[in-house]
């Protein structure tokens, strides 16, 4: 029997939290801001939610829209707010820089990783921005902590990305291929079949936990829904 996929719900607050495990869902990724794609939530936000659920949160590190961490007060912006999630009881992290090649940001996320101390993280959809795949795979291999990396296999989503998802997920092991594929970016149900059939096993998903809309909450039968998908 293959192991259980990883389901992974956007959460803004506590209400959301509770409905998604209530669902099924593994891990949340805590987020405010959707309007911008998802800003670091606040300190209390995240302490909230660490208080109603007992499962996994992701803390998304990015303070700005655009995949650019900004110039050094911006840096050092990240920096105090990684300094400051991690003093709360942060122990899981999202973030993903590139620079102005599409390249990945090493700078900026060398210096939060290394303010993580060791932290699992994920590297979010700024690999489906990317000017290259491969080496930004292979520039991050060595960085400690990353254990997943969240995509589409496109910038268009998962329609697009698909060819890309199952050549990906077919070079599982090798160097820069190592951390877990966790897709997500317009992923339908219609998806999983497939994809599950290839071997990915991590699934990430935000407006299809939401039935109303991003101005409402998390649905609890709607991440069940996809519990069930992903279990049948």
């Given at each position: 029997?293959?192991?259980?996929?990883?389901?992974?719900?956007?959460?803004?607050?506590?209400?959301d939290a509770?409905?998604?495990?209530?669902?099924?869902?593994?891990?949340?990724?805590?987020?405010?801001?959707?309007?911008?794609?998802?800003?670091?939530?606040?300190?209390?936000?995240?302490?909230?939610?660490?208080?109603a659920v007992?499962?996994?949160?992701?803390?998304?590190?990015?303070?700005?829209?655009?995949?650019?961490?900004?110039?050094?007060?911006?840096?050092?912006?990240?920096?105090?707010?990684?300094?400051?999630?991690?003093?709360?009881?942060?122990?899981?992290?999202?973030?993903?820089?590139?620079?102005?090649?599409?390249?990945?940001?090493?700078?900026?996320?060398?210096?939060?990783?290394?303010?993580?101390?060791?932290?699992?993280?994920?590297?979010?959809?700024?690999?489906?921005?990317?000017?290259?795949?491969?080496?930004?795979?292979?520039?991050?291999?060595?960085?400690?902590?990353?254990?997943?990396?969240?995509?589409?296999?496109?910038?268009?989503?998962?329609?697009?990305g698909l060819?890309?998802?199952?050549?990906?997920?077919?070079?599982?092991?090798?160097?820069?291929?190592?951390?877990?594929?966790?897709?997500?970016?317009?992923?339908?149900?219609?998806?999983?079949?497939?994809?599950?059939?290839?071997?990915?096993?991590?699934?990430?998903?935000?407006?299809?936990?939401?039935?109303?809309?991003?101005?409402?909450?998390?649905?609890?039968?709607?991440?069940?829904?996809?519990?069930?998908?992903?279990?049948?």
């Amino acid at each position: 029997m293959s192991k259980r996929a990883v389901l992974e719900v956007i959460a803004l607050d506590a209400e959301d939290a509770v409905a998604a495990q209530a669902g099924g869902a593994d891990r949340l990724e805590l987020v405010a801001d959707m309007a911008a794609d998802g800003l670091t939530p606040a300190v209390e936000t995240f302490a909230g939610i660490r208080a109603a659920v007992d499962i996994s949160l992701r803390v998304m590190l990015r303070l700005a829209d655009g995949f650019a961490a900004g110039d050094a007060a911006g840096v050092d912006a990240l920096v105090r707010t990684a300094q400051r999630m991690r003093a709360a009881g942060a122990e899981e992290f999202v973030l993903g820089f590139l620079d102005e090649h599409g390249g990945p940001d090493l700078a900026v996320v060398e210096r939060l990783v290394a303010e993580l101390d060791g932290c699992r993280w994920t590297f979010h959809r700024a690999i489906d921005r990317a000017a290259d795949r491969d080496a930004l795979r292979k520039q991050l291999a060595d960085l400690p902590g990353l254990d997943a990396y969240l995509t589409a296999g496109s910038a268009a989503g998962v329609d697009d990305g698909l060819p890309t998802l199952l050549a990906e997920i077919a070079r599982r092991g090798e160097p820069g291929y190592e951390p877990q594929l966790l897709v997500g970016g317009g992923l339908r149900l219609d998806h999983l079949p497939g994809l599950r059939a290839a071997g990915l096993d991590a699934f990430h998903i935000g407006g299809a936990a939401r039935p109303g809309g991003w101005t409402a909450p998390v649905a609890a039968e709607a991440v069940r829904e996809w519990r069930e998908a992903l279990d049948a």
